[in-house]
């Protein structure tokens, strides 16, 4: 077996797993599971039509590069979401098996073990785990930028030391971010370019929440690199439609940027053997050319926070993200900081399942930026997501 595969971490829900083992949940409460971030609205019927449509796709191999018509599509969805120049479905655009699929490979493909005495790849943290497996196992050494509320929950670039930045070959940015919602200002993406630019670090920008937003549309890394008048250089973003379109099970998504990138990430994926399927491509191309569902999604997670924040704002200090279905809060002050003896409390006396913040973050720079917090996916149903907030602002009180 690979040796590299000792140094992965467990997954945060196989921790939680473990951590609520043999926890007793009485009162008779039927559970509410707000810990894990999988969309629980229905699946838009046009997805459905168009899959049961096009069954005749599962009689043919899939194209790697995937269809003319899916990657015009997105083409067409970028330029309008944005507001940039429509990009190249030839050579700008890669369909893949959703965002998770695609952001792990995209690091093998990328990270080129032999050109430093050991290749970084930069995290924010806390994070989404595939972000440090994927750098694992490609032969890199991840490092962490804590994502604090004094910065806004973004990373202190400038924090970074020079003989990092000149090891580093990949950055991760997550904007919206899971799990504090944050989203990237222009200035932030323009000091990102200018480090790019001077230490030739590829930024891979994760932005598989873009679309769950309450007053205004995230910006995203393609629109930043337009307004700012440079090309995609060194830039890759990925999106899905697990959360925009509520089909997680689609594994549908796609990357866009760098054309000479993805020129090599395309050769690399016609070996991995992850090809979209017909069917599920034009299922994707009717999903990605319809707004309306969309907006039907959104004003869903709105009503959410607007029943929820209020709840937990006094007990757990919570507020409204800029974006994303997540709530970041803290654990209440009698716990110490201790978010998962919280976590397990709140599953044994109130039957409501949280995760731990701590379980999204590694011990960097002297703190865990998870510890005292926990998140909260707002994703079940608006009665379900009430009436646990309820349970969890009764017991923090």
Not at 109 to 122: D, G, M, R, T, Y
Not at 136 to 156: H, T, V
Request: charged share 20%; proline share 8%; hydrophobic share 40%.
């Amino acid at each position: 077996m690979n040796p590299l595969l000792d140094r992965l971490q467990p997954y945060p829900f196989q921790r939680l797993k473990a951590l609520l083992a043999g926890a007793e949940h009485g009162n008779g409460l039927r559970h509410i599971d707000l810990s894990i971030g999988e969309p629980k609205h229905p699946t838009p019927e046009l997805i459905k039509t168009a899959l049961q449509a096009h069954f005749g796709g599962l009689a043919q191999y899939p194209a790697t590069l995937g269809s003319a018509d899916l990657r015009g599509a997105i083409a067409d969805w970028l330029a309008q979401r944005y507001d940039i120049a429509r990009p190249d479905p030839a050579s700008d655009i890669l369909p893949v098996n959703g965002s998770r699929e695609a952001l792990f490979s995209f690091v093998q493909a990328v990270i080129n073990p032999s050109a430093c005495e050991k290749p970084i790849v930069l995290s924010p943290n806390p994070f989404y785990q595939i972000y440090e497996g994927a750098a694992l196992l490609a032969g890199a050494e991840p490092y962490y930028l804590n994502c604090l509320p004094a910065q806004r929950f973004q990373p202190d670039w400038d924090s970074v030391p020079a003989d990092i930045w000149q090891r580093t070959q990949l950055l991760f940015v997550c904007s919206p971010g899971n799990p504090t919602g944050a989203v990237m200002s222009l200035d932030d993406w323009r000091r990102l370019f200018t480090l790019s630019d001077q230490y030739g670090f590829v930024i891979a920008s994760d932005e598989c929440y873009s679309e769950i937003w309450f007053d205004t549309p995230p910006l995203g890394a393609l629109q930043a690199a337009s307004q700012l008048g440079r090309g995609y250089q060194r830039l890759v973003v990925f999106s899905s439609l697990s959360k925009r379109s509520n089909a997680p099970g689609l594994r549908s998504g796609f990357v866009a940027g760098d054309a000479d990138i993805l020129a090599g990430f395309l050769l690399y994926r016609t070996y991995h053997g992850s090809a979209m399927s017909a069917t599920v491509q034009a299922a994707s191309a009717a999903a990605w050319r319809d707004e309306q569902h969309v907006a039907v999604n959104r004003a869903e997670y709105r009503a959410k926070f607007e029943a929820v924040v209020p709840l937990l704002a006094k007990p757990l200090g919570a507020e409204w993200p800029d974006a994303a279905f997540y709530l970041w809060t803290q654990v209440p002050q009698r716990y110490a900081g201790d978010d998962a003896a919280f976590c397990r409390d709140l599953y044994q006396h109130c039957h409501v399942t949280v995760l731990p913040g701590s379980y999204l973050a590694r011990d960097a720079h002297g703190q865990n930026p998870g510890a005292g917090r926990i998140r909260l996916a707002l994703v079940a149903p608006l009665t379900d997501c009430i009436e646990g907030a309820q349970r969890i602002a009764a017991y923090a009180n």
